[in-house]
Nanobody, 124 residues
Framework: QVQLVESGGGLVQAGGSLRLSCAVA????????MGWVCQAPGKEREFVAV????????QYADSVEGRFTISRENAKKTVFLQMNSLKPEDTGVYYC?????????????????WGQGTQVTVSS
């Protein structure tokens, strides 16, 4: 079993930055594709960013490309999401997700494991 615990959410003004962290326990971390998914109020969960087990490959949603950066430290079993130039439309609950078949299932909403989510609110 894999446990994911997110942290780092909060309230920030538009144009500000936040850094989300996701600590992982229970399985060889480097074998997991990892990602972040956002659920805005009244909407379904949407892919934000994913990263391969080695960290060598990443993908981003068009809406965050150039503003957000996903990274991972396998020695610390942690994945990060650096969020810069935040916009009010970035507001939502951000979930960390993991897939044991790489990052494609995570990107496509078929992650094997999910965290409990952390709230990000961007004020205008």
């Amino acid at each position: 079993q894999v446990q994911l615990v997110e942290s780092g959410g909060g309230l920030v003004q538009a144009g500000g930055s936040l850094r989300l962290s996701c600590a992982v326990a229970g399985r060889t971390f480097s074998s997991l594709g990892m990602g972040w998914v956002c659920q805005a109020p009244g909407k379904e969960r949407e892919f934000v960013a994913v990263i391969s087990g080695s960290g060598g490959a990443t993908q981003y949603a068009d809406s965050v490309e150039g503003r957000f950066t996903i990274s991972r430290e396998n020695a610390k079993k942690t994945v990060f999401l650096q969020m810069n130039s935040l916009k009010p439309e970035d507001t939502g609950v951000y979930y960390c997700a993991a897939g044991y078949d790489g990052f494609v299932p995570v990107r496509d909403g078929r992650a094997n494991y999910w965290g409990q989510g952390t709230q990000v609110t961007v004020s205008s």
